[in-house]
């Protein structure tokens, strides 16, 4: 059996920062993820004048609850969907203030409209000052009284988990009516970080309500990433091996461990136990259909390891993920087609049938999960290079050096 450690999540690393930010007190992450979206977060709260200490496995920031320490600021938010999102919603609550943000070329592409169409609707001074929707932007910090809005998060989840965080900082609260919605999991673990922080959210179906209060400083500690436990579980299924996560259990935050599930399906054995799941297999995979929209961030693991199973894997309703890093959907084809493997795409599904993988050269888009997913494919397939194998540091830098030596350690085996 082999135990791999996986570095921190990036989901909870994210919005221990926001709760953390926000609240009255010093609050100490633990083992919080060490990335270039992580760092990067943290650094976009130095500019606004928070004060962030970080040791090797812990990190602590001190709160302000009346918002940034600084007047102005220029926030350079890299890749990070998670700061490109989350800190221009953390200073729209500041009674004063102008703070422009920017980000990576990848990230300007990516969409923040109906994000910042909510906070505009609440009242917020608010400026593309580029493309509509679509960072740089500038905000003009003058208080939130709060109130009601309708909000589309069916591209991401997140523009949903901004705003509830947002909640307690307004003077009234917030009342959210979510009109649509993808990847729902997050969003559970978005209200139960505020819980942990001391803020309860009423949620009635898609109705969320928010009271304005203070969030507490606290101890945190951030449990591993399951979408890159997900790249070792893939791998266990792939070559008939046995792999052990800890930290990741029966009472996990984030939905993305259901991804064991899929290996279940298609045939692999799962055990989830109170503090660590476990995945072990014949090395066969059975085809099958599956929904992902909850759990879109693994839908290219499955995609990777989908020409071994003994029939077409079709993978539906994960429209969102042609709004990630890059298209994912189809950079996932165009991939499994240049190893000669059939493929077809629709707007929201990807079906992929059996064959035998050819070495290529990965076309990553810049994007971490096609590294780490085509990863685990060539386990099955050596020989497959990147062209550009560093974009792993987005999430996880030792990715490739870790990766090695787990494979080393089931050739062993």
């Keep these: 059996m082999t135990v791999i450690d996986i570095p921190g999540s990036k989901s909870v690393t994210a919005r221990a920062l926001f709760l953390a930010a926000a609240a009255d007190g010093t609050t100490t992450l633990l083992r919080p993820l060490r990335s270039d979206d992580t760092e990067g977060f943290a650094e976009g709260l130095k500019s606004l004048g928070y004060t ?10 001190e709160g302000r609850p009346a918002g940034p320490g600084v007047p102005d600021a220029d926030v350079f938010c890299r890749d990070g969907a998670t700061t490109a999102r989350f800190l221009p919603t953390l200073v729209a609550a500041a009674a004063s203030g102008t703070y422009r943000f920017d980000a990576s070329a990848q990230m300007r592409r990516r969409p923040l409209a109906p994000l910042t169409r909510a906070l505009t609707a609440l009242g917020v001074d608010l400026r593309h000052e580029a493309a509509e929707g679509h960072h740089p932007l500038t905000v003009r910090a003058a208080g939130i009284e709060g109130g009601e809005i309708a909000l589309d998060a069916g591209e991401s989840s997140q ?10 900082l307004t003077a009234k609260g917030l009342r959210i009516e979510v009109t649509e919605l993808v990847s729902a999991p997050y969003v559970e673990i978005t209200l139960a970080m505020m819980r942990d922080f001391g803020v309860e959210v009423l949620r009635e179906g898609n109705t969320f309500t ?15 990433d399951a979408s890159t436990a997900s790249y070792f579980f893939a791998a266990a299924a792939l070559t008939g091996r046995q792999v052990t996560v800890p930290g990741l259990g029966a009472g996990a935050l984030q939905g993305d461990l259901r991804f064991v599930d899929v290996l279940r399906a298609m045939g692999a054995e799962v055990e989830v136990g109170a503090d660590a799941t476990t995945v072990r297999s014949t090395g066969r995979l ?3 259909t599956v929904n992902m929209r909850d759990i879109s961030d693994t839908m290219p693991t499955l995609a990777a390891i989908a020409p071994h199973a003994d029939g077409p894997v079709r993978i539906e309703d994960v429209a969102n993920t042609r709004v990630k890093e890059c298209d994912r959907l189809e950079a996932c084809a165009e991939n499994l087609r240049a190893m000669d493997i059939t493929v077809h795409t629709g707007p929201d ?5 059996p064959g035998t993988p050819k070495p290529t050269r990965i076309a990553t888009h810049g994007d971490h999960r096609i590294v780490m997913s085509f990863a685990v494919a060539g386990l099955r397939t050596p020989g497959l290079t990147y062209d550009d194998a560093g974009c792993v540091r987005k ?10 030596d787990f494979a080393d350690g089931l050739a062993a085996r």
């Design 286 to 288: 059975r085809g099958l």
């Design 210 to 224: 928010v009271p304005p209060g203070d969030y507490r400083a606290t101890a945190y500690a951030v449990e591993p």
């Design 159 to 168: 523009y949903l988990s901004a705003l509830l965080m947002l909640g307690p």
């Design 52 to 61: 962030v200490d970080r040791e090797a496995d812990r990190w602590h920031v």
């Design 349 to 353: 599904w990807i079906e992929i049938h």
């Design 395 to 404: 999430t996880f830098p030792r990715f490739h050096e870790v990766f090695q």
